[in-house]
C-alpha cells in the first residue's frame, strides 16, 4: 500500500477486524470461568456425595430422569451437574498453572537462545527438539508412578509438554526482532543483555505469547483430560472432566450422558478458545506487521 | 548520444491520461491520493514523475496497470488512452492481455519482484508462453535472446539459474527482460534503480535508454532522485498531494522551475557541484489527503502565497513551451 | 596532530569466516570485510566514508561502535583501545562513541515512550536521579525541534523525519564526542533530508561532536564531510580532505563513482565513466588492485601488484599504480 503521510491504513483483511468480539466463544468461555470461581455456590449438591438410590439417572428431559439431577447422575449416584461445575475449577486451575509454567520456561529458553546465539542456542535447541521426540503422555504416565498422583504432577507433565514449542516460537520471534535496528542500538547506549532482553525484546515478543497462550489453552485442557482418563491426573474423588469421560467408559451405549457431558463441555471449552484466539491473533499480529 | 536519440524520435502519443482520479474509500474518510491527473506520454519518450512519498506517484502507476491495492481504492473518474483506446472500460480479462503485452511494470525491490523458487528461464518463460502461447520448453531460445539483449553475460548458463544467485542489479535486468518480452509499447518504471548501487545504477540507466532506442516504447519514469531525472527524462512531471502541480521539459524545468513546491524541492538538495552552509528547506508537512483545502495545496507552506491561493485551486497555466505549473502566480494576468 | 585526534584507526582488519558443512564446520575461505584500513577522526570533526555495497563501510563503523571485535589492528579513542574493554571502562566508551541508524522505522522501540528511548543511555549509566534525566530528556527534545510534551508518545505517532531526530536525541543523551551516522537521512523524503543534515551541523557546531558519517550520497557527503574516505571491497582508494577530493578526483573508482552520481542538472555528462561488469565478491576478491577487473585504465601491473595509499598531494592519499610512478 502505498504510504500516505498521516494515515494508518486498516488491518490487511478489514471484514474481519471489523467483526470486533466473537461473542458466542466469549461468553462461553465467560461463563466456564464463573463456573469454575463461584462453584460452591452455583453446584447444587457437593460432587463427592453419592447417592447410591440415585444412580445412573439419565438427564431431565430423557425419559426416566427428574429435574432434581438435571444433567443425571454417575454410576455413585453423584450429580453430574455438580460434578461438571465443580470438574471446570480442577481443568481450569490446571491450565493456568500448566500454561504459566510451560509458557513461562518456554518463554525464557526461547528469549535466551535467540538474543544469544552460538552454541547456547544451538544446545538450548537441541533440547528443544529432544523434548519434540519424547513420548509425552507416557512421561507423564511414569511421573505419576514415579511421584504419585495429584495437582503437582499433573501440571509438571502437562508443562513439560508445553515449554518446547513455545521455545521454539518464541526464540524464531526474537531471532526477527534482533534484525531490527533498536537492538543494537540498545547494545550502544549501554544496555546490558539482561536490560536489551527485559526492555526491548520482551515487551515486543509479548504479543505473540499471548496469543500463544489462547491457542494453547486447548491443548493443556485435552492434555489434562486425556492424563485424567488415563489414570495419571488428579486422583477421584475430586471430579475432572476427564474423570468424568473416563468413569463412563463401560456405559457409553447404556449410561451415554456420564461420558458425553464431560465430552461436550471441553469441545465447546477448547473450541471457544480456539476461536478466541484466532480472533485475538487477527487483532494483534496486524499492528505488529505495522511497526 | 541522447542528442542523436531525441531527432530520431518519430510523433505519436502512446499514453493519454485524463483526469485519473483514484481516491481510497475507508471508513474514516475519503483518501484522495491520486486526484485528477493528466499527462500524455509519447512513443520513444521518457516521462519521469517526481514527488515524495504519499504524493501519489505509486499509486498513480498502479492505477494506469490498473492493479490496484486492496482496501478501498477505487479509480472513479478519468480516461487512460492506451494505443487509441481507454483502458478503464476494459474487463479483467482484457486487462490481463493488455498487461505485460501493451503496457508493463518493473518495480523497485529486485528481491521480490522475482520467484525465488523458480529459475529465473522459467519465469521469463512463462511471460513468453503468456503471450504467444505454446510450450515454455519451446520458449528457451527467445528467454536466453532476451537476457542478452539486457546485457547479461553467458545467458545460456544463466538461464538454469535461481534469484539468489544473482546480483541486484542482475536481478533487476532480469525483471527488465520480463517486462519487455510482450514488446509493450508503454513501460512503467517505478524507481527501478533505487535499492541499486550508484556505479550499477548509471549501467542500468543506459541500459534502459538503449533499449528504448530500439523498441522506441514509451517509459514513464517514478523516481524521487532528480539526477536520475536530469539523467533520464525528456520531461519531467512534479506530483504534490495527489496532483501534478509542474509539468515540461527537464531542462526548462530544472533550469526555470515555475512552481514554488518544485523550487524549493531542487533547493534543498545539495549539490555535487557546490557547498553550502545551510541548504533551504520547506516548512511544514504536505496537506492530509483526506482533508484537502479547496484552494492550492501548497499553500500552507508556500512563501509566496496570497488571498487568492487559498480560495481556488489553480488550474494548469503554461509558463513555457509544452510547460505548465498549477500557480496563480504565473497565471496570465 | 597525536593529542588532537579524538579516532585513530590503524590497520583494520575483520575477517569472516565462511564455513561450508552443518555438523562439522569447515572454513573454506574468509569474507575480508575489512581489509587494513587506517584513518583518523578529529574531534568535532565530520569523516565521509563513502563506498558502495560490500565495500566494508558498514563493517568498520560495528567495529567503531564496539559492536564486533577486528580480526586485526587498532582502534583507539582518545588514546586508548577500544576493544576488549569490559565493566566501567566499556561503560564510559558507550557514553562517548554513539550511533544514528538509516532505518528510522527501526531504529526505535515500538513499545517504549519516546522520553524513555531517549534517557535510556542515561538511566543504564545512573547519570543521576529520575527527575534529573527527566529534565535532560526534555532539553534533549527541544534542541532537535521537538515539544517537551512528546516525551510522553510512542514512535508510531511520529514520521520519519521526525523518528530520527529521536534517534538523534537518543544518541546526544550521553554527551558523547564520536556519533557513527550511518547513511542517516538516506530514507527519508528529499525535502526532509535537508531538515535532518542542517541539524546535524546545528548540532555539531553546538556541541564539538565529531561524526563519522557513512554514506552512499556523495552531495550530502559534500555538503557534511571534512574529510572523506572511498573505499572498495575492504580497502581505501582514497582518503583526502573533502574539497580537495572534490576538486581534484584521482583514483579511477572514485571518478567513476564521481561520474555515476547524477548531477541535477540535465545535459551534465561530461566524461561518464561507466564501469563493466559486477562488484566482485568479497570472499574471493580479484589478486593485485582489487578495483583492476573493472578499471578502464588498468595495466599489466594492477593484476599482480596491490598498490598503496601514497600521499599526491597535500594530505590527498590514493591507492592506484596511475601515481605511483616508480
Given amino acids: ?291 | 548520444m541522447d542528442a542523436e536519440m531525441a531527432s530520431e524520435r518519430p510523433p505519436g502519443t502512446v499514453l493519454e491520461v485524463r483526469n485519473l482520479t483514484t481516491h481510497f474509500f475507508l471508513r474514516r474518510g475519503v483518501v484522495k491520493a491520486v486526484d485528477g491527473v493528466s499527462f500524455s506520454l509519447k512513443r520513444g519518450e521518457v516521462l519521469g514523475l517526481v514527488g515524495e512519498s504519499g504524493c501519489g506517484k505509486s499509486l498513480t502507476a498502479l492505477s494506469l496497470m490498473r492493479l490496484l491495492p486492496r482496501g478501498g481504492a477505487r479509480t472513479i473518474a478519468g480516461e487512460i488512452v492506451l494505443d487509441g483506446e481507454d483502458i478503464l472500460t476494459k474487463t479483467p480479462a482484457e486487462m490481463r492481455d493488455i498487461r505485460g503485452s501493451k503496457i508493463s511494470m518493473i518495480l523497485q525491490d529486485p528481491q521480490t519482484s522475482l520467484n525465488p523458487v523458480f529459475s529465473i528461464g522459467n519465469q521469463i518463460c512463462e511471460a513468453i508462453v503468456r503471450r504467444i502461447g505454446g510450450r515454455k520448453r519451446d520458449a528457451v531460445p527467445e528467454a536466453v535472446e532476451a537476457l542478452r539483449r539486457v546485457d547479461i553475460a553467458a545467458p545460456e548458463q544463466r538461464i538454469g539459474q535461481f534469484p539468489h544467485q544473482m546480483s541486484g542489479g542482475m536481478k533487476q535486468r532480469v525483471v527488465g527482460a520480463i517486462a519487455i518480452t510482450g514488446k509493450p509499447q508503454v513501460l512503467i518504471a517505478d524507481e527501478p534503480t533505487t535499492a541499486l548501487d550508484v556505479t550499477i545504477q548509471l549501467q542500468y540507466l543506459k541500459l534502459l535508454k538503449r533499449l528504448q532506442a530500439e523498441t522506441q516504447m514509451g517509459i514513464l519514469f517514478i523516481t524521487h532522485d532528480f539526477g536520475v531525472v536530469a539523467r533520464m527524462c525528456d520531461r519531467v512531471a512534479v506530483m504534490y498531494a495527489g496532483r501534478i502541480v509542474e509539468c515540461g521539459p527537464v531542462r526548462q524545468v530544472f533550469d526555470s522551475p515555475s512552481h514554488p513546491y518544485t523550487r524549493a524541492l531542487i533547493a534543498s538538495v545539495p549539490k555535487m557541484t557546490e557547498t553550502a552552509d545551510r541548504l533551504p528547506t520547506i516548512d511544514g508537512q504536505p496537506p492530509a489527503l483526506w482533508d484537502l483545502p479547496v484552494g492550492c495545496r501548497f499553500e500552507a507552506r508556500c512563501p509566496h502565497a496570497e488571498q487568492r491561493c487559498r480560495d481556488a485551486y489553480p488550474g494548469s497555466f503554461q509558463v513555457g513551451v509544452d510547460h505548465t505549473a498549477d500557480c496563480w502566480r504565473v497565471a496570465p494576468a | 596532530m597525536s593529542t588532537d585526534t579524538l579516532l585513530r584507526v590503524t590497520n583494520l582488519r575483520k575477517h569472516y569466516p565462511f564455513t561450508k558443512g552443518i555438523l562439522f564446520a569447515r572454513t573454506v575461505g574468509q569474507v575480508k570485510a575489512v581489509d587494513d584500513i587506517s584513518f583518523t577522526i578529529a574531534p568535532g570533526e565530520t569523516l565521509g566514508l563513502v563506498g558502495e555495497s560490500g565495500c566494508g563501510k558498514t563493517t568498520t563503523s560495528k567495529l567503531v561502535l564496539n559492536l564486533e571485535e577486528p580480526s586485526s589492528g587498532e582502534i583507539l579513542l582518545q588514546g586508548k583501545p577500544i576493544h576488549g574493554l569490559r565493566g566501567d571502562a566499556l561503560r564510559e566508551y558507550r557514553s562517548l562513541v554513539q550511533a544514528v541508524f538509516q532505518d528510522p522505522w527501526s531504529s526505535l522501540n515500538p513499545r517504549m515512550m519516546v522520553g524513555k528511548i531517549i534517557g535510556e543511555s542515561l538511566v543504564v549509566t545512573k547519570w543521576g536521579s529520575a527527575a534529573a534525566i527527566e529534565g535532560r530528556v526534555r532539553e534533549l527534545l527541544l534542541s532537535v525541534g521537538l515539544r517537551a510534551e512528546q516525551a510522553l508518545q510512542y514512535p508510531h505517532e511520529f514520521s520519519g523525519g521526525q523518528r530520527q531526530r529521536i534517534a538523534l536525541a537518543s544518541a546526544l543523551a550521553s554527551q558523547p564526542k564520536l556519533i557513527v551516522l550511518d547513511e542517516p537521512v538516506s530514507a527519508l523524503d528529499v525535502s526532509i533530508r535537508a531538515q535532518m543534515m542542517n541539524l546535524l551541523k546545528d548540532v555539531q557546531a553546538r556541541d564539538n561532536v565529531a561524526y563519522l558519517l557513512v554514506a552512499h550520497d556523495l552531495a550530502s557527503v559534500r555538503y557534511m564531510a571534512d574529510q572523506t574516505i572511498v573505499m572498495y571491497l575492504g580497502k581505501i582508494v582514497e582518503y583526502a580532505p573533502t574539497r580537495t577530493l572534490f576538486d581534484d578526483v584521482q583514483h579511477p573508482y572514485t571518478k567513476a563513482l564521481f561520474s555515476a552520481v547524477l548531477s541535477a542538472r540535465p545535459g551534465q555528462q561530461a566524461d561518464e565513466i561507466v564501469l563493466s561488469g559486477e562488484v566482485p565478491s568479497p570472499l574471493n576478491p580479484p589478486g593485485g588492485c582489487r578495483f583492476h577487473t573493472r578499471c578502464p585504465f588498468a595495466m599489466p601491473r594492477c593484476s599482480s601488484e596491490e598498490p598503496v595509499l601514497r600521499e599526491t598531494a597535500p594530505s590527498h592519499l590514493v591507492a592506484c599504480h596511475l601515481y605511483d610512478q616508480g
Fill in chain 1, 1 to 291: 500500500m502505498p504510504a500516505v503521510s498521516g494515515w494508518r491504513p486498516p488491518t490487511t483483511n478489514a471484514l474481519r477486524d471489523m467483526r470486533n468480539l466473537p461473542w458466542i466463544p466469549a461468553t462461553i468461555i465467560a461463563v466456564m470461568v464463573i463456573m469454575a470461581i463461584f462453584a460452591p455456590f452455583l453446584a447444587p449438591y457437593s460432587p463427592i456425595d453419592q447417592s447410591l438410590p440415585d444412580k445412573l439417572l439419565p438427564p431431565f428431559w430423557v425419559e426416566g430422569g427428574s429435574t432434581k439431577y438435571i444433567l443425571g447422575t454417575d454410576a455413585f449416584g453423584r450429580d453430574m451437574l455438580s460434578r461438571l461445575i465443580y470438574g471446570a475449577r480442577v481443568s481450569l486451575l490446571v491450565a493456568l498453572l500448566a500454561l504459566t509454567a510451560g509458557g513461562g520456561v518456554g518463554l525464557v529458553i526461547g528469549i535466551v537462545a535467540g538474543y544469544f546465539g552460538g552454541r547456547l542456542e544451538a544446545l538450548l535447541m537441541r533440547l528443544v527438539d529432544a523434548a519434540f521426540t519424547f513420548p509425552a503422555i507416557l512421561f507423564a504416565l511414569l511421573l505419576a508412578v514415579t511421584m504419585g498422583q495429584g495437582l503437582g504432577t499433573l501440571v509438571i507433565a502437562i508443562s513439560l509438554l508445553l515449554w518446547a514449542s513455545f521455545a521454539r516460537i518464541m526464540r524464531g520471534e526474537v531471532l526477527a526482532l534482533k534484525q531490527r535496528d533498536f537492538v543494537a542500538l540498545a547494545r550502544v547506549r549501554g544496555c546490558s543483555s539482561l536490560r536489551i532482553m527485559v526492555t526491548h525484546i520482551l515487551p515486543n515478543v509479548m504479543n505473540t505469547f499471548m496469543v500463544l497462550l489462547t491457542l494453547n489453552i486447548g491443548v493443556v485442557i485435552v492434555a489434562e483430560a486425556s492424563l485424567s482418563f488415563l489414570g495419571a491426573g488428579i486422583p477421584p474423588p475430586t471430579p475432572t472432566w476427564g474423570l468424568m469421560i473416563s468413569e463412563g467408559r463401560g456405559r457409553i451405549s447404556t449410561a451415554w450422558w456420564v461420558s458425553l457431558i464431560p465430552g461436550i463441555a471441553i469441545t465447546l471449552l477448547v473450541l471457544s478458545v480456539n476461536l478466541f484466539g484466532d480472533w485475538l491473533r487477527d487483532r494483534l499480529d496486524p499492528r505488529l506487521r505495522q511497526l
